[in-house]
């Protein structure tokens, strides 16, 4: 059995969250995705919108998502390193350093490492600009 580790906010949730969760999927049989915690967010973004349960309950409903499991920081390597998986999901809209210090801990425990692109014009961020503008527009 071929186990993948992907990890996302999820804060309003889109096509994006979808898409990439649903390709994750197709590379082995196990999807385990951590969602990540409101204080792991703010490490990089604002706080999300979403409560942390409401985003978890909600990735959880994916029938391609085998587990959920909660992700305490921004970078995957923690939760990577204590479920030992077969491949673990990053994405192409990551920094460098955060790619290679995954590539890092993927050679330790010997599992292989997918970068996923990004799906531009899909993101939270986008759809909160979106409301924003239009609320504006009244």
Known sequence: MIAIYAYVCADLIHRGHLEHLKNCKALGDKLIVGVLTDEAIM???????????????LVRSFEFVDAVVPQATYSPEKNAYEIRPDIVIESNSHSAMLV??????????????????????????????KIIKEDKKR
């Open 100 to 129: 290679d210090s995954v590539r890092n801990l993927c050679k330790k425990i010997g599992a292989r490492l997918i970068i996923m692109p990004y799906y531009p014009g899909h993101s939270s961020s986008g759809v909160k600009e």
């Open 43 to 57: 490490e990089k973004k604002e706080r999300p919108i979403m409560s942390f349960n409401e985003r978890v309950d």
